[in-house]
Each structure stands twice: as C-alpha cells, then as structure tokens.
C-alpha cells in the first residue's frame, strides 16, 4: 500500500502565511524521509477573512523540487470553475516537471461564494465538469482538436508540452453523494473518497461505483482513499489534539452546506468510522481493516487541521513513518 499527505495549504489567520508555506515544505520532507509517497493539495477561493488557502498549482510546482521522486498531486481541483484549456495546460506542466508523477484529482465544488465570484451558475457544475475532463483527456493526446459542447468550444486547438504520462495522468474524481459517484465511475480512473465520508456511505458508494464500471464494462478499480488522521503516543493524546479542531471543521462543511452526509454533530459522533487515530499500533490496525475489507491501494491522509499547531502535524508524520509505514512495505 502507498501513503500521501495532504499539506497543510488550508489555515488560520493565526498562522503567518511565510510560516504556513515554512510548514509545508517541513511536511513534504517528513513525508519524503518518512517513506510516503504522495503529496496532495486543495483547492478553494475566496475563504473570507478568517482562514487562508494556497493555490494547490503553484504550490505543487514548488514543493515537487522538495521530493523529486514523490507523486504530486490535486485533491481536488475545482474543475468546474475553469477552462479546460487552462487546466489541460496547467496538469500537462505539473506533469512534466514532476517526471510524470502527477495526479489531476478534480472535483465539482460546492461553495455559493465560488460560483457567483467566478460568474458560473452552480447548476451548470457537473455538466462543466462532465465535458472538461473529456476535452482535457483529447487535448492531453491529440493536437488541432475541434470541440462544441454546451459548454465549451474549440476550433483547432492543441497544447504543448504535453504531459510526460500518456494518454494523461490518472485523474481521481471526488464525489459526496451517490450520483456524484456515478459520475466518477464514468468519467474518472478512480472514486477519491473525502475524509469526511463514513465507512457506512463508503461501502454503499463502492457498490453504486463498480456497478456503474460494469454497465459501461469500464474495470473497477478500489476508490482512492482520503482519510483523517492524527497518530500519537496513544489514543487519548492523539484524540485531545484533535477535537476542537476537528468540530471546528465540521461545522464549517455544515454552515457552508457541504453536500453528503451530516456534519453538525460533536466530536464524538463524528469521529465513528471516519478518523484513523491512536497509537501506532492502533493505527496499523485500523488502516489493515481498510486493505482487508476495501482492498484499499492508497491512503492519503489530512493531518493538520485548522487551529492546530503544525508541529504537531509534523510529529504526527514522523511518527507514522516511522512506526506505521513499515507494516506496508
């Protein structure tokens, strides 16, 4: 099994932003000395005044010099809020100068805020979605594409340089609601859960996916998994680091109307099924049950949260890679 990190590109306002990048290059060179294998990104717009967001393209792009032989990677790229053009441009040079180790994770999105700043109706977003990635996959390998969709239009367009992957890089397609996962099954190579998702509406999603993979006698393929985790000495320190943070979160998923499942609920509901947390042992036991039951490939994780103190986000990576990745190895 391979492991990722996503960085820590999401903070508060507590946090200067020159020691927020300081802190993800530590977390890349932890993840890279720990034996991880991914680095991961995300991807939002106008947080307002009380949390800061790095753009994950020009971040990727600074941190793959860190960790050469690391896979880099978007989770997720808000695609519907873009050209196609632009983000066949964009991954295609991701892709080259990571050596052909990029990952396009893209995603629909979700935020009232995003859509009106960018003056693209909410309704149109799985559609956009639908007909980028398609448009990116040709413009990925062919050149002088011509193109009319309802949304998008081309006359002889071609992109150079083109990625180093061919036909592209994998492209993970997140989903929170079972038709979202159909859409995935359809358009993307694999499902990436969010760390958000229960293993109740895992199971339901792995079933609606492969099904859809079936239908359209596409291979299944195990989702990639996001998870939240925290690893600590043992289980009630690990979790004391965790809970206003993480209820912080979660409220904000719920205020913001994050699509799925609930999320106004405590620390103590909401952490069932959904974080991977406690001492090493613990943990590598937890992470073997997703292999046993999920035939789980790859696990990236979330492991800074908003509040914390990076340096704890740092001891968390050095101590699974130290204690946990060596069990799946």
């Known amino acids: ?27 890349v060179r ?41 896979t880099m990677g978007t989770a997720i790229y808000l695609l519907s809020l873009h050209n196609p053009v632009e983000a066949a441009e964009l991954s295609a040079t991701l892709d080259v100068m990571t050596g052909g180790k990029f990952v396009f994770g893209v995603g629909q999105g979700y935020r009232d ?12 977003r799985g559609g956009r979605l639908d007909e980028a990635v398609a448009m990116i996959r040709k413009l990925w390998v ?31 397609v997140g989903g929170d609601t079972l038709r ?30 492969n099904q859809r993979r079936e ?5 299944a393929a195990p ?27 979660y409220h904000m998923y719920h205020r913001e109307g994050q699509p799925g499942e609930r999320y106004d609920r405590t620390f103590e509901e909401l952490k069932e099924d959904r974080i991977i947390v406690g001492s090493p042992q613990e943990v590598t036991e937890e992470i073997q049950s997703y292999q046993d039951e999920f035939g789980a490939e790859y696990m990236f994780f979330r492991v800074y949260y908003l509040g914390m103190d990076p340096e704890k986000s740092l ?7 130290k204690e946990v990745v060596p069990h799946f190895t």
């Open 315 to 321: 001891q968390c990576i050095k101590l699974f890679g």
């Open 223 to 249: 989702p990639v998994f996001f998870r939240e985790l925290f690893v600590a000495d043992n289980r009630e320190e690990a979790e004391q680091e965790l809970v206003e943070c993480f209820e912080r979160l």
């Open 180 to 209: 979202s996962v159909r859409r995935a099954a359809r358009i993307g190579d694999a499902w990436m859960t969010s760390p958000r998702h229960s293993k109740g509406f895992i199971r339901e999603a792995i079933q609606v996916f």
């Open 30 to 70: 932890a993840a890279r000395d720990g034996g991880f294998d991914g680095i991961f990104a995300a991807h939002h717009y106008a947080l307002g005044t009380g949390e800061n967001m790095f753009q994950p393209i020009p971040l990727l792009a600074r941190l793959a010099a860190e960790a050469p032989d690391m």
């Open 113 to 124: 805020v995003e859509f009106t700043s960018f003056g693209i109706p909410r309704g149109n």
């Open 142 to 172: 062919e050149d002088d594409i011509d193109w009319k969709g309802d949304h998008f239009t081309l006359d002889g367009v071609s992109i150079n340089p083109k990625p180093i992957q061919q036909p592209g890089p994998p492209i993970w």
């Open 215 to 219: 239908a359209l006698e596409l291979p």
């Open 1 to 27: 099994m391979k492991f990722g990190i996503q960085i820590n590109g999401h903070f508060s306002t507590e946090l200067k932003p020159a020691d927020a990048f300081d802190y993800a290059v530590k977390q």
